[in-house]
């Protein structure tokens, strides 16, 4: 079975830095890309970061860009999210999620995170 | 910056049939875009639905049906239950290594 879990969310003041993690078992991690998605509360989703299965390609949108931080250890089945410069606006459930075949198809999720921004 | 945009809210009866839309602020959605689409509950983890605009997930029951309507990337939910009463998000690939989810659309079941 398909599990991926996420840890190391929690309150963090703004401008401070928190990391992340998604344990992946279940399936031969090494062999797929992988994606942080988040969601405000109330809000939808946003992706945030994609990486692919040899870390040879990563990807960051425009609002994470130079302060956020994706990364993998395929010996460990793990995926990160270092989070640097944090803002209210990041506030929110951080989702890792796995890349199906196609290239918009999150096939297996986490159950999300919490992350607070708050002073 | 371009905008997914799909409808707030919309609102079926039990056994009805409902089309929830995918659209861009400016352009079209076509096939290149691989749309897809979730499902979400209250306290959970979206779900995938249809990937590839048109390709069911997994375990997902037939009365879903993605396609592309006009301009824009489309949800067809025929015979509807009331656990379809969800959330639900488009998400499309911009190129470049963008992903772009939509607003999402809040369906009512009654």
């Known amino acids: 079975e398909v599990q991926l879990v996420e840890s190391g969310g929690g309150l963090v003041q703004p401008g401070g830095s928190l990391r992340l993690s998604c344990a992946a078992s279940g399936f031969t991690f090494s062999s797929y890309s992988m994606n942080w998605v988040r969601q405000a509360s109330g809000k939808g989703l946003e992706w945030v970061s994609y990486i692919s299965s040899s870390s040879s390609t990563i990807y960051y949108a425009d609002s994470v860009k130079g302060r956020f931080t994706i990364s993998r250890d395929n010996a460990k089945n793990s995926l990160y999210l270092q989070m640097n410069s944090l803002r209210a606006e990041d506030t929110a459930v951080y989702y890792c999620?796995?890349?199906?075949?196609?290239?918009?198809?999150?096939?297996?999720w986490g159950q999300g995170t919490l992350v607070t921004v708050s002073s | 910056q371009t905008v997914v945009t799909q409808e707030p809210s919309f609102s079926v009866s039990p056994g009805g049939t409902v089309t929830l839309t995918c659209g861009l602020s400016s352009g079209s959605v076509s096939t290149s875009y691989s749309p897809s689409w979730y499902q979400q509950t209250p306290g959970q983890a979206p779900r995938t639905l249809i990937y590839s605009t048109n390709t069911r997930s997994s375990g997902v029951p037939d009365r879903f049906s993605g396609s592309i309507l006009g301009n824009k990337a489309a949800l067809t939910i025929t015979g509807a239950q009331a656990d379809d009463e969800s959330d639900y998000y488009c998400v499309l690939y911009m190129g470049s290594g963008s992903w772009v989810f939509g607003g999402g659309t809040k369906l009512t079941v009654l």
């Open positions: 999620a796995r890349r199906g075949d196609s290239v918009t198809q999150f096939d297996y």
